[in-house]
C-alpha cells in the first residue's frame, strides 16, 4: 500500500512540477503521471477509474514524439481493457492504436538513427502484446502472425524470440523454438552479447524441459561462451549434467563458477553459495549444505530467499532450535534495516517452527506480531487460522481470517478469495452450511478461475440438498475455465457431466444385486 500511495504522489508532484517546461515536455510529463496513476488505481482494484482515465489520457498520447512513453502508455491501457468484459477485436483496436501512433512518429523522424532503432523496438513490443492477447484466446494462428511481424519489425527484438518460442515449445514445437532461439541469439550478438547469451541460455532451457539434456550443455555453454557473467548460466549447465547423473561434474561447475565469483561481486557468488547449497541437499550432504546455505547469507544478508532455504532446510532435518536462531537474526537484522515487510516474513516463519514443535501458543503470537508489522500479507491469517483450526478452535480461526478479508478486500481480491475459500471450509467443519455458502459465494466472486471454488461451492449446495445449484455451478466452473484455457480438475468435470452421481448409483444397484 505504501508503494502505491508512494506513486501516485511522485504522479502527482510531476504535475505540479510541468510549468515552465516546453510543450512537449509538458505532454510527456502528463502523459507519465496518467501512467503511473493508471497503474497504481489496477493494484487498488479500481479496473474501472483506471480504464475511465485512460481514456481520457487516450488523446494525449497522440501528441508524444517518445517511443516508449507511447508503448508503455498502450501497453498499460491495453492490459486494463483485458480485465473489462470487452471482446477481443475491442482490445485488439487499443494495441492497435499504439502501432499507428508509433508509425507516426516513425514518418516525422526519417533521419533520426536512434530515434528509428527505438521506434522499431517498440513496434515490435505492440505486435508482440497483439500476439499474447490471440494467443491468451487460443487463436494460435494470429498470434503467430504477430510475433512474425514483431521480428520483421525489429529483428533484434530479444523479447519477441522469448515469447514467440515459448509458444512454439507449449504447441510441442521444442525444436522450433530452438532454432527460433538460437537465430535471434545469432542475429542480435555484435550487437548486445548480453541479450544474445540470455537467448542462447533460454534455448538450453526448452532443451532441458525437452529432456534433451546433452543439446542443452552445448547451449549453455555457447551462452557462458558470448556472456561469462551470468551465474545462471552455470547452474544451468550444472543442472544439465546432473540429469545424466553427472554429478561430480556438476559440483565441479558449481564450485568453479563461485570461485570465480568470489572475487568480482558478491551477490553473483551468493548465487552460486545457494545453488551449492541445493546441490549438496540434493545429495544428502548435509554439513556441506549448511556451510554454503550460511555463506550466501554472510555474501548477500538483504536476501530473504536464501535464510528462508536455510530455515527451511534446518526445519526438515529437524534442528529447530538452529531454525528459530536463524529466523531471530534475520528478525534482528531486517529490523535494523528498518525492513519491517522481510522482518514479519521472518517472524512468521519462527512462528511455523514452534508449531512444528507442538509449542501453539508461541506460534500463534510470533504470527500475531508478524500480522502487526506486515497486515497485508494474507499468508499470515490463513497459518493463525490453520493453527487455531487444528486445535478445534474454530471461532478463532474464522476471525483470524476475517480480519485479513477486512484488511486485503480492496487491494488484493485473489488473497481474499483464498480466505473465504478457507474459512467456507472451517464452517462445513462446523456443520454451519449456511455459513459456508455464504463465504464460498463470496470467494467465487472475488475470483472465478479456481477450480476448487466452484467444487467447494457445488458442494455445499448439494449438503443443503440443493442439487439443481450445485450442477448450475459446477457445469459454470467448467464453462469459465475453458473460456480462460484453464485447466478443468477432474473432480469437477466428473461433477459437471453428472459422471459421479451416475458412479454412485451403479455402485448401489451392483449392492442390491449382490443382497439378492
Partial sequence: MRKILTVILLSTLLLHSIQGQSQEDRTFNILYSRILQMRALITLGANDKAMELAKKTNSLAHWVNTPWIIRSFYQTYGSIAENQDLSTEEIATIYNEGLKVLKRIDKLEPNNEIKVKDIKEELGNMNVYLGQLYEKKSENEKAYEFYNTAIAEDDENSYAYRVMSTMLAKNGKVDEAIKLLEKGGSIILPRDKEKSARLFNLAGVKAVDARKYQESIDLFRKAIGIYSEEPVFYTNLGFSYGQLKFFQKQEEILINAYNYFRKKNKDKSANLAYNLEEYYISQESSEKALIYGRIAINEAPDSLIYRI???????????????????????????????????????NRKGLVYFEQGKNKEAIDAIYKAINLNPYKAVYYTNLAYIYNKQKDYGYAISALQSGINTLSISDKRSTAEM?????????????????????????????????????????????????????????????????????????????????????????AAELEKDK
Wanted: proline content about 1%.
Fill in 309 to 347: 532455504k536455510l530455515g527451511e532446510y534446518l526445519q526438515k532435518i529437524k534442528k529447530y532450535d538452529a531454525a528459530i536462531d536463524l529466523y531471530q537474526s534475520g528478525t534482528d537484522y531486517y529490523m535494523k534495516k528498518e525492513n519491517k515487510y522481510s522482518a514479519a516474513n521472518m517472524i
Fill in 420 to 508: 473465504l475459500y478457507m474459512q467456507a471450509g472451517i464452517f462445513i467443519e462446523m456443520n454451519d452450511y449456511e455459513s459456508a455458502l455464504n463465504s464460498a459465494m463470496k470467494a467465487l466472486n472475488n475470483y472465478k478461475l479456481r477450480g476448487d471454488y466452484y467444487l467447494r461451492l457445488g458442494t455445499i449446495y448439494e449438503k443443503l440438498n440443493k442439487k439443481d445449484e450445485a450442477m448450475k455451478i459446477y457445469k459454470l466452473g467448467v464453462k469459465t475455465l475453458q473460456n480462460s484455457s484453464i485447466d478443468i480438475p477432474e473432480e469437477l468435470q466428473k461433477k459437471a457431466d453428472g459422471k459421479e452421481h451416475n458412479e454412485e448409483n451403479q455402485k448401489d
